[in-house]
């Protein structure tokens, strides 16, 4: 019989020889999504032995992780703005310096105080919306704005609508199958603000990204070939969707901010801008109003 301790240890080991850089805590976020305890639990209970059928199916989830398949597909769960949101393949999995992007929107609504005519509640499009964790981020945050997700992809909006209900706010979000500015062929109103994190890797560089990264869905990652394509798409009509006086926030890849910034000008459309950096001090989120 192996001891929980142990199997951690040899787990750890394994995960380091396959170049994982923090082998030790993903060894014990494997096990304790596995017995479905809290990592505390793991140091107390150390010399608990696993039950065979369980060091077994540990030992494979840690193969899994081993060759690259990503902790949150394993898990099938992904920690974004202090929220819990379901994953699988074929959705982008959330990432931390996309909460840049929700703390920019938040910021905005919280200082612009924007208004709408009748009481009615602020609206917000997020474009490409995936598993839905910035829509409902910025929902569950922003208490009485409604939201629009957009994706091309049915098995990433049947995650945000699961996620969605888990999070009790089902009524407040309404997602959309389509690509981009497609899907809102039946809208008639105008956002007080629009979001995305869009596909925005060059082509060229996909093939360079880690082995849990090219796991990713593809239509998600891919920029085309300067990595611009979609931010063309979306300055190509944000004019029938923005209100006048609203907010165009987007998440950017590295180099990437000046060219957006170039593009919101030709556009016409908006007075101000600003940067928001990510935690390697890279211009991250563009905001435009």
């Not at 369980?54 to 990503?70: F, T």
């Not at 009485?144 to 969605?164: C, Q, T």
């Not at 030709?266 to 991250?284: H, P, Q, S, T, V």
């Amino acid at each position: 019989m192996t001891v929980i301790k142990q199997a951690i240890m040899e787990a750890s080991s394994f995960l380091c020889r396959k170049g994982l850089e923090s082998p030790r805590v993903e060894a014990e976020l494997l096990l304790s999504f596995l017995i479905q305890r809290e990592r505390l639990y793991l140091y107390l209970h150390g010399e608990e032995e696993l039950p065979p059928e369980l060091a077994e199916e540990y030992l494979d989830i840690v193969r899994k992780r081993g060759a690259g398949e990503p902790l949150a597909y394993i898990t099938g769960i992904k920690e974004f703005m202090g929220l819990n949101f379901r994953v699988k393949r074929g959705a982008l999995i959330p990432r931390p310096e996309t909460e840049h992007l929700i703390e920019g929107v938040i910021n905005w609504f919280n200082e612009s105080r924007p208004q709408q005519k009748n009481n009615e509640p602020c609206r917000i499009l997020d474009l490409g919306t995936g598993c839905g964790n910035i829509a409902l981020s910025l929902v569950y945050y922003l208490p009485g704005v409604m939201a629009v997700g957009v994706d091309i992809s049915k098995k990433a909006l049947e995650l945000a609508i699961l996620n969605a209900a888990e999070l009790g706010l089902q009524d407040r979000v309404k997602f959309l199958n389509g690509d981009f500015w497609q899907a809102l062929n039946g809208e008639k109103q105008k956002f007080h603000a629009i979001v995305s994190n869009p596909p925005y890797i060059p082509v060229k560089t996909l093939a360079s990204l880690s082995r849990e990264v090219q796991q990713e869905p593809r239509i998600a990652l891919d920029g085309g070939i300067d990595g611009l394509e979609a931010f063309r798409k979306i300055f190509s009509r944000v004019r029938e969707y923005l209100l006048p006086s609203g907010l165009l926030a987007l998440e950017v890849g590295a180099g990437q901010a000046d060219s957006v910034l170039e593009m919101g000008r030709k556009a016409g459309f908006f007075e101000k801008n600003d940067f928001i950096k990510d935690y390697a001090g890279l211009e991250r989120v563009v905001l435009l109003a």
